[in-house]
């Protein structure tokens, strides 16, 4: 039991499917998504009655392991080549702002980056949060948006004037 | 908020809709608990088999407890006969009717005097559980729509959440409704009988496939017959003035749960859905059957010294743990001032009887391990001994 009551098993099946969106939503990868958020669930079980938060232990430890992880396998990825390709199909440059390219666009942001607006745009958070939970300073995080933002435009703009639509 | 900013929002909520299900997450995280800890335990009995060849192997005895250090005196004998969970009470209702592709449920105990009925398809996808409870439920009221409903005769409620991708708006994170589709039809049975019959899928999209029609002939089909709970764990002994409070029969582990037996009646947690137990019941005490390699053991053993550095580096560092020894006349362990009984099962010694009670409760240490060791195993039992 958690300082509140609450049983492992409950929050589990309470908040498993939401954690399932966050992880998979940060990483776009089923198998990865499933990965990060089952073991973060085991490091928390094994302290389970010492958390007094356990929804942002968990969140935060989803996050930790997938910036890990891409340090680990950031050597052997080319992340750029994923969207082109996948945007390549693609008719002309309305297309590019729809939300599909830009799922793609957003899979070639550095981690962190990407990280950020995952927390921003689909956690609803705000920065001195982000910051708690990246492990940085407010001020870093929104160096990380800013970048991220203006990357996910340039990105947009040059695929969209590479098949002939407007940016 | 610029186009750019409502895009991102946009391609995320569509991005959560293709989510992995979390339908087995739960026993998952169970499994691969335990397969963490059989790793674990071969390093560390590699690392003292080392420290052994170089003629310094260290034995680190479990601590226990001072025995002046009593706590106040259990105002309870350990002396009342507690059958099998298959002798608890019975549920009192079964279903009559149940749409196609339904298998006969599975008789589950949620709460004192509350049952559910549960079962569930692949084709059609969709869990259904009817709780049979001696309270009225509260029911939900958003973001789904709540109208009332002739059951019988009887004025019902109708909750209804229609088929939609996970997380768009209204339906935001929250689950139930998050999910996917979702109903829930309230109504009076009888006389201190009110049943909640819930249909869901958490696979977002996915219509459900059962009307709201099909909820309510559910609930006119009900019939007076009695459904015994599954032969699951058998407790020769337990402390008196506690009822059967909860019953969970998993691969990971056999769990009943006994309550104060002057618990007024109440309903069945809000929170408890077809997916997995989430309700509380507020139990006194706890007793299951766990694999030897269960975290709730596992987490009894005498941490090593505080890690130097991070070797996953994801800023969480672990502790090292040496599993608890557990000799033949069981032992009583101690964990955040719960006093926790663990015994091997003498059919099975990889399986191991764990009994905690609440601090309050006052159980003594003999007695924890008295319920303990009349503990067996029964034959419907679904926890699988470690490997």
Request: charged share 25%; proline share 8%; glycine share 10%.
């Amino acid at each position: 039991m958690t300082s509140d009551g609450e049983s492992f098993d409950s929050y589990v099946s309470a908040q498993g499917a939401a954690l399932l969106r966050f992880a998979y939503v940060l990483t776009g990868d089923h198998h990865l998504a499933e990965d990060l958020v089952q073991e973060a669930l085991v490091k928390a079980h094994r302290r389970w009655s010492r958390i007094d938060q356990p929804g942002a232990y968990v969140k935060k430890a989803v996050l930790r392991q997938y910036l890990s992880w891409r340090r680990r396998r950031s050597s052997a990825e080319r992340p750029l080549d994923v969207p082109i390709e996948d945007t390549a199909g693609l008719d002309h440059a309305q297309q590019v702002a729809d939300r599909h390219a830009l799922r793609g666009l957003l899979a070639t942001l550095p981690r962190q980056q990407r990280a950020v607006l995952v927390l921003r745009f689909f956690e609803d958070l705000g920065d001195e949060a982000i910051a708690g939970l990246v492990g940085c300073s407010a001020a870093t995080v929104r160096a990380h948006a800013s970048k991220g933002l203006s990357r996910l435009r340039r990105s947009a703009r040059t695929v969209s004037a590479e098949y002939g639509g407007n940016p | 908020m610029n186009d750019l900013d409502n895009e991102l929002r946009g391609a995320m909520a569509d991005l959560a809709a293709e989510a992995p299900s979390s339908h087995d997450l739960l026993a998952a995280v169970h499994r691969r608990g335990r397969a963490d800890r059989r790793r674990r335990l071969t390093t560390v009995v590699a690392a003292i088999a080392v420290l052994a060849v170089v003629g310094g192997a260290s034995v680190v005895a479990l601590v226990s407890r001072d025995p002046g250090d009593r706590r106040e005196q259990q105002r309870l004998q350990v002396a009342t006969p507690a059958g099998s969970s298959e002798t608890a009470p019975p549920s009192p209702v079964d279903v009559g009717w149940l749409p196609d592709g339904f298998p006969k449920p599975s008789v589950r105990l949620l709460g004192p005097n509350a049952w559910g009925l549960d079962t569930r398809r692949e084709e059609g996808l969709a869990a259904l559980q009817v709780q049979i409870m001696p309270a009225e439920p509260d029911a939900r009221t958003e973001p789904g729509t709540l109208s009332p409903v002739s059951v019988g005769g009887a004025v019902g409620s109708l909750y209804w959440v229609p088929t939609h991708a996970p997380g768009v708006p209204p339906y935001g994170n929250r689950p139930p409704e998050a999910e996917g589709p979702y109903g829930e039809l309230i109504f009076q049975r009888r006389p201190g009988q009110w049943i909640r019959i819930i249909v869901q899928n958490s696979a977002g999209a996915v219509d459900l496939g059962i009307t709201q029609a099909d909820l309510v002939r559910i609930g006119t089909g009900l019939v007076d017959r009695e459904r015994a709970l599954p032969d699951a764990i058998r407790l020769g002994l337990l402390p008196g003035h506690v009822v059967w409070g909860q019953l969970k029969n998993q691969d990971y582990g056999v769990w009943a749960d006994f309550v104060d037996a002057d618990l007024p009646d109440r309903p069945v947690d809000r929170n408890e859905q077809p997916n997995g137990h989430n309700g509380s019941v507020q139990s006194q005490v706890s007793v299951a059957i766990l694999p030897e390699d269960a975290l709730e053991i596992a987490g009894l053993g005498q941490s090593g010294p505080p890690p130097t550095e991070d070797p996953d580096g994801d800023g969480l560092v672990e502790r090292e743990v040496e599993p608890p020894s557990i000799p033949a006349e069981g032992k009583v362990f101690e964990q955040d001032g719960r006093r926790i009984a663990l015994y091997r099962l003498r059919s099975n010694p990889k399986l191991v009887v764990y009994v905690v009670a609440k601090p309050s409760f006052g159980m003594a240490d003999e007695d924890l391990l008295t319920v303990a060791a009349s503990v067996r195993i029964g034959p419907d039992a679904a926890v699988k001994p470690a490997r």
